[in-house]
């Protein structure tokens, strides 16, 4: 594998769109999987966009359109319309890739104004070589049906209701049932501290889900969970790694320590009205 890191062009850039566009979508089918829940979730293609909805959350980062271009404009009001119908905000995130002048100039003209640079993504080489862990630092892949543990930490990490964490359990099984997902526990002095996720597109590692228990913080062990999944993406065959992180955040910090770059930002606009 190459140690040298890519220049980004709109080429790459898409590329590095696609991994997160697949993990979103993979996320809402997993929904649609569960008998319990299938009906909270909402996948529908407009073009080369994919609108997402989950009638779980009102979280922006699940409930918007992703993959829009500007040959999918004539589509904003069908878009618009089927948000209105589930009654959940219509937001569509774009980035420098595919914010066109004439994809912004439609966006303005339905209604839509920017409300938020929502996340940077990052993207790095997938490489061994990788520093050597700090005394006391583990790092170990999932042995296993691990997922009651994962979602344990999960939500104590992410400081949620400790009645989470099944449902974060239940859910991380349904995905890794039918994509290349591969999961992570970092420990201290042998205590389980620490989880992170990533998994397979278009010869990339993209990681995801990555949280540290409070306790436990400031200790590095995110950045071993970095260096980890780059060191098994190169094993796994990748060229590259990419991730999420918001703007100036601690996440985007250890990033940036362990070699990768910045490669955009997303941008998200809202309909009004």
């Not at 190459?2 to 790459?12: A, D, G, N």
């Not at 404009?73 to 066109?100: Q, S």
């Not at 862990?133 to 999932?142: A, T």
């Not at 009645?163 to 039918?178: F, M, P, Y």
Request: hydrophobic share 45%; net charge negative; with cysteine.
């Amino acid at each position: 594998m190459s140690s040298t890191l890519p220049i980004v062009t709109v080429e790459l850039a898409k590329r590095l769109e696609g991994a997160e566009h697949l993990g979103l979508v993979q996320r809402l089918e997993a929904m649609m999987q569960d008998e319990k829940r299938h009906d909270q979730a909402v996948l529908k293609r407009f073009g080369d966009g994919t609108a997402l909805i989950n009638l779980e959350t009102s979280w922006p980062f699940m409930n918007k359109v992703i993959g829009l271009t500007e040959a999918d404009v004539h589509l904003l009001p069908e878009i618009v319309d089927h948000y209105a119908a589930y009654g959940v905000p219509c937001r569509v995130k774009t980035n420098p890739a595919y914010a066109t002048p004439e994809l912004l100039a439609a966006l303005r003209q339905h209604g839509f104004v920017a409300e938020d640079f929502s996340t940077t993504t990052l993207y790095g080489v997938a490489t061994e070589a990788i520093p050597p862990l700090s005394q006391g630092i583990g790092v170990r892949k999932m042995e296993g049906d691990e997922f009651d543990l994962f979602g344990e930490l999960y939500v104590r990490a992410m400081n949620l209701p400790a009645e989470r964490a099944q449902s974060v359990a239940h859910n991380q099984r349904l995905i890794a049932s039918h994509a290349d997902y591969h999961y992570y526990f970092a420990s201290v002095d042998g205590e389980d501290a620490g989880v992170a996720m990533m998994f397979l597109h278009d010869r990339m590692g993209s990681f995801c889900a990555a949280a540290t228990c409070q306790e436990h913080r400031g200790r590095g062990l995110q950045q071993a969970l970095l260096s980890a999944r780059m060191r098994d993406a190169a094993r796994l065959g990748c060229d590259l790694v990419v991730a999420q992180a918001a703007y100036a955040s601690t996440s985007q910090r250890n990033m940036l320590r362990c070699g990768m770059q910045i490669a955009f930002s997303d941008l998200v606009f809202i309909k009004q009205g």
